[in-house]
C-alpha cells in the first residue's frame, strides 16, 4: 500500500475512490509549516536561515501522516500542480525526514490538472521528484516578503501611528491605487462641444453622422470649446445642403480570446457576474475539487490558478465535438486553435481554465451546483467552447458626408458596423463593458455615393472631459499583470489584505483609497522610493522566475535584495517625526488641504484665524491639528473638508440632527467621535450607537440609513428546518448572518439589509457544506453525523476542532476522549460525552464570541489556518 498525500479532504475522498485499495490518500489541509511571525524567522546574518514552525492543527495532520508512511511500501505527493503546491509536497517531505517516517522507501511527485479519474491514472503512471528551483523559488519569495513586511512594517509604526503594515506586492499595488486617485484630484475638466446631424436617405431612412472637419480644417475632440463656436457652426449647418461625398464597406474580423487564466476569470467574473477576485477564487475552487454527479465525485473544471492560456489536445478535440453538437458544422473551423500567452513570466507548462469535459454544457450541470458555481462555470465553459470557434465576420461602413452654405464648408462622417456571421460571439457574447464604441456598432441603412440627404436636425451638445476612472478589483489585477507585479494566486489575498487593513474600501466595486493607505502609500513614496516602484517590484519577479528556471540561485538574489534593502532602513531609522510630516503635508496637499468653498487659504485654521493647519500623528493615526494648540483645539479627520466659518465637519465632536425614531421619538443624530463618525438614538448611556460600516460616510448618511444602521441585528426570518431565527447584522469582521449560533459571512454591508430568507438559508447552507480543506479555508463541515437528539432539537455531530475533534449539540460541545476515532463514535457515547459536559457546566470546545455592545453580535474568526489563506 501507498500513501498519497494531496491538500484538501474533499480531493482525499474523491482520489481515493479512483485509486482503491492498494491506496490510503490523506489530505495536509494546504501549507503544514510557515514561518512564525515574529523577529528572527529568517536570519540575513547566517545566510537566510529559516526557522519554520508547525501549528497545533498541522502538527496532528502530519502525525497521521507520518503514522500511515511508516505501515506503507511508498508516499506519493499529490499536491496542487502550482508553486505553492510544489512547496507544500516539500514542506511535508521535511518533515516526515525528521520524524524518520520514510526510511528507504521511495517518494514519488505526481501532479494532475483536473480531479477526474482518468487525469489522475494518467499523473499516477507517470510520476517525477520534487522540482527543487521550483522550492528555490517558493523559499526566496517567501523570505522576501517576511524581510519586508517585519522589517519594514515596525518602522511604519513608529514613524506613522495608526499603519498597519507594509508588504512586498501590497504596497505597489495600494501605490496604484493611490497613484490614481492623486490623478483624479489634479485633474481639471475642460469644456467642449459635439455636433451631430440627423441626415435622411432619398428612402427617408434616418441615421445620424458627426461633424469632423470646418472650414477646411480636421477638428479634433477639444476643438469646439464654448456654446458660442458651437452656435456659429450649427447656424451654418442649420441652412447646409448635404451630399454623400464616398461610402466605404470594408470587412474586418474579430478573434476570440483564449481560454480563461486566473486573472482573466478574475477580470471577466467582477464585471459580467459583480463577484469580488476572493469570492471567484474560492467558487472556482469547489468547481475544481468537484461535485457528485451520478454517484461519482467529479472535479467541473481544472486547476484555476494559472497563467497558461493552451489547451491540452484531447481537450482541444473534446471542444470541437461539443462545438460540432452544440452550434453546427459551420462553426467548426478548419483547424484547432492555439494560443500564447502576452503576460509576463508566465508559467507555460500550466493548462488554461476549462472544463473537464466538454460535454457538460452549463444546463446540465446546473441541477447538481449551487447559483454561483453554475454561473462560474457558463462563463468558463462559454469562453473555452469560444476560444476554438471562428472569428467573427463584421462588415464596417464608413460614410463621408459633405455640407455646403454658401462659401462655408463642412465635413461630416458616418460610422456603422454589421455582423455577417457571429462565428464565436454565438457562444461567447460580448460584455457590454468589451464592446467597441457605440458608433462602430451602429447599424447604417443603404446609402449610396453622390446621393443628396435631407436634414432632419442638427444637434449641439456641451460635453467636458472626465478624469481617468477608479481601479475596480478586475482592472486593478489586469494593471498588475501588465506591469508584472504578482501571480495569479496572490492577486486575491492582495486585494484582501488592502481592504482589511483599511487601505482602501469598495464601493459600487470600485476601489478607494482610505487616508491610511494615503498615508502609507506617501511615506514609502517619499523615503522607499525605489521599493514601491512598478518596475523594480516587476523586476524582481523576473528573478523569481529565473530562480525557478534554475538560471539563478536563490540565496545570492536575496543577499543582493538585503544589502540595499537593510541600508535604506536604516538610513530611515533616523528620520525626525517632523521631517515625516512636512515631506507628507507636501505630497498629500490635496487631501490634507482640500479647498474651501470661501476661497479661503485652506492652510490657516478656520478657528482661530492665525494658527497653521498641519499633519498630527496621535495613537490611533493621522489627524489635521492647529500649530497653536493647546491655545486652538481645533482638529478634524484626515480627508474631511473644514467650511469657512471655524467649524469643522464633524470632527470635533460637533453633532448633526438626521431626524427623530418613529416608534420611540428619540432624536437621532450623527456625532464623531475618537474611532470615527457614528450614529446615535437618544441621549446618556442608554442611547444607542452604531459605529458607520466600511465603504460609507459621513457625508452620505441621513435619516433613512441611520435608522437602518441602529435597528441591527435584523431579523430576516426563521430557518425552514431548525426552526431557529436567523438574523443579520455587522460585526468586528464584516457583515454576517447568525443562525443556531453559528455565523455566515454576507459579501456587502448592503445585504444586511436586503438578504431574504431563501438567499439566507442558502448562504448559511454553503458555509455548513464547506470544508477545511480548500486553501479558502472556513468552518469544517461535520465528520459523522449521528442522527437526531432523542430529545429533539437538532442532531448530534462530530466535528474537527483547533483542540481536536468534539461531539455537537446545538452550543453544547464534549471533546473526544484521547484516541477515540471520530468515525467509531456512536449514539450513545455521544450522549454520555454531552451529559457529562453539560453537568459541568460550560460550552465546550468551540466557544462562541458574545454579542457586542448595541446587541451587534461579532463573528469570532476561526483559529484554524485555512490553507488557502495561508498558501497566499
Given at each position: ?8 479532504p ?14 490510503k ?19 540575513p ?75 489522475v ?74 455636433i451631430?446631424?440627423i441626415?435622411?436617405?432619398?428612402r ?9 472637419a ?55 467574473a ?18 475544481y ?48 486553435r ?134 475596480s ?105 517632523t ?55 481645533y ?43 457614528y ?9 444607542k450607537?452604531s ?9 452620505q ?19 425552514p428546518?431548525?426552526?431557529k ?6 460585526g ?136 488557502d489563506?495561508?498558501?497566499?
Open positions: 500500500m501507498d500513501v498519497v498525500v494531496v491538500e484538501s474533499a480531493k482525499a475522498k474523491t482520489i481515493n475512490k479512483y485509486l482503491g485499495r492498494n491506496y490518500v490523506l489530505a495536509s489541509y494546504g501549507h503544514v509549516r510557515d514561518l512564525p511571525a515574529k523577529d528572527g524567522s529568517v536570519l546574518d547566517q545566510d537566510f536561515e529559516m526557522s519554520w514552525a508547525v501549528d497545533s492543527l498541522s502538527a496532528k495532520r502530519l502525525t497521521e501522516i507520518a503514522n500511515a508512511v511508516r505501515g506503507a511500501d511508498g508516499l506519493i505527493l499529490a499536491t496542487d500542480p502550482d508553486r505553492e503546491g510544489e512547496a507544500i509536497s516539500w514542506h511535508v517531505l521535511e518533515v516526515l525526514k525528521q520524524k524518520r517516517a520514510l526510511k528507504d522507501k521511495p517518494v514519488s511527485r505526481v501532479v494532475f490538472n483536473a480531479i477526474t479519474k482518468q487525469s491514472l494518467d499523473a499516477m503512471a507517470n510520476p517525477r521528484q520534487i522540482d527543487a528551483p521550483l522550492v528555490d523559488a517558493y523559499l526566496a519569495r517567501r523570505a522576501l516578503d517576511y524581510l519586508v513586511g517585519f522589517t519594514l512594517s515596525p518602522v511604519l509604526w513608529r514613524k506613522l501611528p495608526g499603519a498597519r503594515s507594509a508588504g512586498r506586492v501590497q504596497s505597489v499595488a495600494l501605490r496604484l491605487v493611490c497613484d490614481r486617485e492623486a490623478e483624479i484630484e489634479r485633474f481639471v475638466r475642460e469644456e467642449y462641444w459635439q451631430a446631424a441626415l435622411r436617405t432619398p427617408n431612412e434616418a441615421f445620424e453622422a458627426r461633424l469632423t470646418f472650414e477646411g480644417r480636421k477638428l479634433q475632440k477639444l476643438d469646439i470649446k464654448n456654446e458660442a463656436q458651437a452656435g456659429d457652426i450649427r447656424t451654418m449647418l442649420e441652412g447646409a445642403t448635404f451630399r454623400a461625398v464616398s461610402v466605404e464597406a470594408k470587412p474586418t474580423r474579430r478573434n476570440p480570446a483564449p481560454p480563461f487564466t486566473t486573472s482573466t476569470l478574475q477580470q471577466a467582477s464585471s459580467r457576474l459583480g463577484f469580488s477576485a476572493n469570492r471567484t477564487m474560492q467558487v472556482a475552487q469547489r468547481l475539487e468537484g461535485v457528485d454527479i451520478g454517484g461519482e465525485t467529479t472535479g467541473l473544471i481544472t486547476y484555476m490558478r494559472t497563467d497558461g492560456v493552451q489547451m491540452a489536445p484531447e481537450a482541444i478535440a473534446s471542444a470541437r465535438d461539443a462545438i460540432t453538437r452544440e452550434f453546427g458544422e459551420k462553426y467548426l473551423p478548419e483547424k484547432p492555439f494560443y500564447s500567452t502576452k503576460a509576463k513570466n508566465a508559467q507555460e507548462a500550466h493548462e488554461a481554465i476549462r472544463p473537464t469535459d466538454f460535454s457538460r454544457t452549463p444546463a446540465s450541470v446546473r441541477q447538481y451546483v449551487d447559483a454561483d458555481q453554475a454561473r462560474l462555470y457558463e462563463l468558463v465553459w462559454q469562453r473555452a467552447i469560444a476560444s476554438q470557434m471562428p472569428a467573427a465576420e463584421i462588415e464596417r461602413t464608413t460614410v463621408e458626408i459633405e455640407a455646403r452654405n454658401g462659401a462655408r464648408e463642412a465635413g461630416l462622417r458616418a460610422v456603422g458596423s454589421v455582423i455577417r456571421f457571429d462565428g464565436f460571439i454565438a457562444a461567447y457574447t460580448v460584455n457590454r463593458e468589451e464592446e467597441e464604441d457605440d458608433e462602430e456598432n451602429r447599424r447604417l441603412p443603404e446609402i449610396r455615393a453622390d446621393e443628396r440627404l435631407q436634414k432632419e436636425a442638427i444637434n449641439a451638445t456641451q460635453h467636458s472631459t472626465e478624469p481617468p476612472p477608479r481601479y478589483e478586475a482592472s486593478l489585477i489586469k494593471k498588475m499583470e501588465e506591469l508584472g507585479i504578482g501571480r495569479p494566486s496572490t492577486y486575491a489575498a492582495t486585494l484582501k489584505t488592502l481592504e482589511e487593513r483599511d487601505y482602501v474600501t469598495i464601493d459600487k466595486r470600485k476601489l478607494i483609497p482610505q487616508s491610511k493607505g494615503r498615508l502609507v502609500t506617501a511615506f514609502l513614496e517619499s523615503f522607499f522610493e525605489r521599493y514601491v516602484e512598478y518596475d523594480f517590484t516587476a523586476a524582481l519577479e523576473e528573478k523569481l522566475d529565473e530562480i525557478s528556471d534554475g538560471k539563478l540561485d536563490w540565496k545570492q538574489v536575496l543577499r543582493d535584495f538585503w544589502k540595499d534593502f537593510s541600508g535604506a532602513v536604516d538610513d530611515i531609522k533616523e528620520l525626525r517625526v521631517e515625516v510630516l512636512d515631506a507628507l503635508n507636501e505630497m498629500l496637499a490635496p487631501l490634507v488641504f482640500p479647498e474651501r468653498e470661501d476661497g479661503s487659504n485652506p492652510r490657516i485654521c478656520p478657528k482661530c484665524g492665525n494658527g497653521s493647519l498641519s499633519l498630527k500623528l496621535g495613537k490611533y493615526g493621522a489627524f489635521v491639528g492647529c500649530s497653536n494648540y493647546p491655545e486652538c483645539g482638529t478634524r479627520q484626515l480627508g474631511e473638508a473644514a467650511n469657512g466659518n471655524g467649524e469643522e465637519g464633524g470632527a470635533d465632536g460637533g453633532t448633526k440632527v438626521l431626524g427623530t425614531d418613529p416608534y420611540t421619538n428619540e432624536e437621532i443624530t450623527l456625532r464623531s467621535g475618537r474611532f470615527g463618525p450614529v446615535q438614538r437618544g441621549d446618556g448611556k442608554d442611547a450607537r459605529s458607520l460600516p466600511k465603504g460609507w460616510t459621513a457625508d448618511m441621513d435619516h433613512e440609513k441611520a435608522l437602518a444602521l441602529l435597528s441591527l441585528p435584523r431579523d430576516v426570518g426563521k430557518h428546518e431548525t426552526g431565527m436567523i438574523s443579520a447584522g455587522i468586528r469582521y464584516g457583515p454576517f448572518l447568525l443562525h443556531d449560533g453559528g455565523y455566515a459571512n454576507l459579501e456587502s454591508v448592503e445585504d444586511v439589509f436586503t438578504v431574504g430568507l431563501n438567499r439566507a438559508v442558502s448562504v448559511i447552507a454553503e458555509k455548513a457544506a464547506k470544508g477545511r480543506g480548500a486553501r479558502g479555508g472556513g468552518t469544517p463541515a461535520a465528520l459523522k453525523d449521528l442522527g437526531a437528539h432523542p430529545d429533539g432539537g437538532g442532531n448530534v455531530t462530530v466535528r474537527d476542532g483547533r483542540y481536536g475533534p468534539y461531539v455537537n449539540f446545538g452550543k453544547l460541545n464534549a471533546t473526544l476522549p484521547k484516541g477515540k476515532e471520530p468515525a467509531a463514535v456512536t449514539m450513545e457515547e455521544a450522549l454520555a460525552l454531552l451529559a457529562e459536559r453539560a453537568a459541568k457546566g460550560g460550552g465546550g470546545a468551540a466557544r462562541r464570541s458574545k454579542p457586542a455592545a448595541g446587541g451587534k453580535a461579532a463573528p469570532k474568526k476561526t483559529t484554524a489556518k485555512a490553507a489563506k495561508k498558501k497566499a
